[in-house]
């Protein structure tokens, strides 16, 4: 069974960090890239960052580049987003994704890539 769950979303001020855990199924974890996407009221869902199976190519939102760091511990079947320096604009729900296709043909920043979903958890950064 395929299973996507996030966790660690809550209340920080601007300036604070979360960190962001999704786990998956064994199997589903160590097949396929994964990435991040976030969702604010009234927006569309939009691309975070992305990483390969093994780590080593990794995507990032500009809005995010220097702030956010996407990781994933393949033993703990477990994918990270470290959120650092938050602003009130990073206020949304965020999902982790998961896809099956290779990192040579895929699009990151496209949420039709992505084949599984997690539930969401919400982020709200205080100004």
């Known amino acids: 069974q395929v299973q996507v769950v996030e966790s660690g979303g809550g209340l920080v001020q601007a300036g604070g960090s979360l960190r962001l855990s999704c786990a998956a199924s064994?199997?589903?974890?160590?097949?396929?890239?994964m990435g991040w996407f976030r969702q604010a009221p009234g927006k569309e869902r939009e691309f975070v960052a992305a990483?390969?199976?093994?780590?080593?190519?990794?995507s990032y939102a500009d809005s995010v580049k220097g702030r956010f760091t996407i990781s994933r511990d393949n033993a703990k079947n477990t994918m990270y987003l470290q959120m650092n320096s938050l602003k009130p604009e990073d206020t949304a729900v965020y999902y982790c994704?998961?896809?099956?296709?290779?990192?040579?043909?895929?699009?990151?920043?496209?949420?039709?890539?992505?084949?599984?979903w997690g539930q969401g958890t919400q982020v709200t950064v205080s100004s």
């Open positions: 990483i390969s199976w093994s780590g080593g190519m990794t």
């Open positions: 994704a998961v896809s099956g296709s290779h990192w040579y043909t895929f699009r990151p920043t496209t949420a039709s890539e992505y084949d599984y």
């Open positions: 064994a199997r589903t974890f160590s097949s396929y890239s």
